[in-house]
Nanobody, 116 residues
Framework: QVQLVESGGGLVQPGGSLRLSCAAS????????MSWYRQAPGKERELVAR????????NYRDSVKGRFTISRDDAKNTMYLQMNSLKPEDTAVYYC?????????WGQGTQVTVSA
């Protein structure tokens, strides 16, 4: 079955960096677009970044442009989110997501806390 497992979250000071990973299994990873979402307490889940098949195109929400970089390694069935210059407002649970034949799949999430 499809599984998405996030890792790499933690507590970091403002201005710091983290690298999130999403390990995928149960489907042909290289054939699917992948996305990172996040959800802060009391807020709706929001799209952070998306990478399409073959990494031909990436998209970011405006608030993370220039600070976050999404990438994928199809040989390792893994997607990444490099997060630099982190701000307190980046604090959230980060989820990876894919959609296969119109069915959504989500990981369990990894907590990112940006605080002094």
């Amino acid at each position: 079955q499809v599984q998405l497992v996030e890792s790499g979250g933690g507590l970091v000071q403002p201005g710091g960096s983290l690298r999130l990973s999403c390990a995928a299994s149960g489907f042909t990873f290289s054939r699917e677009s992948m996305s990172w979402y996040r959800q802060a307490p009391g807020k709706e889940r929001e799209l952070v970044a998306r990478v399409n098949i073959g990494s031909r195109r990436t998209n970011y929400r405006d608030s993370v442009k220039g600070r976050f970089t999404i990438s994928r390694d199809d040989a390792k069935n893994t997607m990444y989110l490099q997060m630099n210059s982190l701000k307190p407002e980046d604090t959230a649970v980060y989820y990876c997501r894919t959609s296969i034949w119109s069915k959504e799949y989500w990981g369990q999430g990894t907590q990112v806390t940006v605080s002094a």
